[in-house]
């Protein structure tokens, strides 16, 4: 085990036992940026990275008895309760407050905007014909069938992470193709 990983380890058992602060500001000197460089790479804008990396390390305090270091390393650890809180903030943002629906007729859309949508759904609709089939219908189920990656599993019987893998891929080469 390299010495930083022993050094983190350590922190985290002493934040568990003895919720020391030392080891906290230690921890969180070093992975709060980080976290939060992660959360931006990924699309988050600066306030809501910044958000959630407090969410994260507030996690770390309040969660660290939960740290298995035979599962993963500390950074793992944390950059998986970071990727965690991203999912729930953007589910989040697509769920509709109660104010926030709008009540009676809406205003017609802009001609240019409904053009717009329609190139880009016909794009869409090109990419995911051309990916491989193992990837297309992995995509087909997530998305269109609504399904989350263990009903897929279920259903099709191919293991969790070969799908996560798949659809991870599948997104990175729609993403070029959409870009």
């Known amino acids: 085990m390299e010495p930083d990983q022993q050094h983190w380890i350590d922190c985290i058992r002493r934040i568990r036992d003895d919720k020391d602060q030392s080891a906290f500001i230690d921890l969180f000197r070093h992975f709060a940026p980080r976290v939060k460089a992660f959360l931006m790479r990924g699309g988050t804008d600066a306030a809501l990275a910044e958000e959630t990396t407090q969410e994260v ?5 309040n969660k660290a008895h939960l740290f ?6 500390v950074a793992t650890w944390i950059f998986t309760i ?4 991203k999912i729930d903030a953007i589910r989040k943002q697509r769920r509709p407050e109660p104010e926030d629906i709008g009540w009676g007729p809406e205003a017609e859309p802009d001609q240019e905007d409904v053009l717009s949508l329609q190139q880009d759904t016909a794009r869409l609709n090109e990419a995911i014909k051309s990916l491989p089939d193992k990837q297309r219908v992995l995509i087909e189920h997530a998305y269109f069938g609504d399904l989350s ?3 897929i599993a279920e259903k099709t019987g191919l293991p969790l992470g070969t799908i996560k893998s798949r659809i991870r891929l599948a997104l990175e080469r729609l993403r070029h193709s959409m870009a």
């Open 82 to 85: 970071a990727r965690n809180r």
């Open 68 to 73: 298995d270091p035979t599962r993963a390393s």
């Open 149 to 151: 990656h263990s009903e």
């Open 57 to 61: 390390m507030a996690t770390l305090w």
